[in-house]
């Protein structure tokens, strides 16, 4: 599958900031610009890239594969009626999506005038990592360092890599990066 990097700027802020990641991402050969409104912008590559859908009523992107639950309970597959949703804040929505939905994916959900909430499913399928530059939030399945839009204090976390090592259990549970 291939990799998303998300960037969100809060309206009215930071533009110049914004303006300079879009740049920066849109002019490396490898990212594709998938959708861009409500302050987000979203980019995609590889050879499968992930499907990347707006939510009504500016509620903001579902990145990835979402089925509807009650479908699948029925024995067949249909994608999740995302036009269905009903206007909840974003914790709600993030609720609705796991009990109406399943799959793998992650819901960048805006609110009124509060960053964004970023939801990725129960099961944790797709890769979500997140950060932010000035008061640009990123999200991605993938870091990269040296980037424009790479975590301005991006560093192995060695006492985290120990933990990892000595309990296997915790390598959904804990990320071995800082910044």
């Known amino acids: 599958m291939g990799d998303y990097l998300v960037v969100h700027v809060p309206r009215g802020r930071a533009a110049e900031t914004g303006d300079r990641l879009r740049a920066a991402i849109a002019a490396d050969a490898g990212w594709t610009l998938a959708l861009g409104l409500y302050q987000l912008a979203v980019y995609v590559r590889g050879p499968r890239p992930p499907a990347v859908r707006p939510l009504p009523r500016q509620a903001g992107v579902l990145i990835g594969e979402i089925y509807d639950a009650s479908a699948t309970r029925e024995g067949r597959v249909a994608d999740f009626p995302l036009g269905e949703l009903p206007d909840l804040a974003p914790e709600d929505l993030a609720r609705c999506l796991t009990a109406r939905g399943w799959g793998r994916y992650v819901a960048i959900l ?7 909430a ?3 499913e129960p099961m944790g399928a797709l890769e979500c990592l997140t950060w932010t530059i000035g008061e640009a939030i990123l999200v991605s399945s993938v870091v990269e360092a040296g980037k424009a839009w790479s975590p301005p204090d991006l560093a192995i976390d060695w006492p985290a890599v120990g933990r990892l090592l000595a309990d296997s259990v915790l390598w959904s549970q804990i990320c071995p990066l800082q910044g």
């Not at 805006?110 to 964004?116: M, R, V």
């Open 110 to 116: 805006k609110g009124h005038d509060e960053p964004p």
């Open 118 to 120: 970023i939801y990725r």
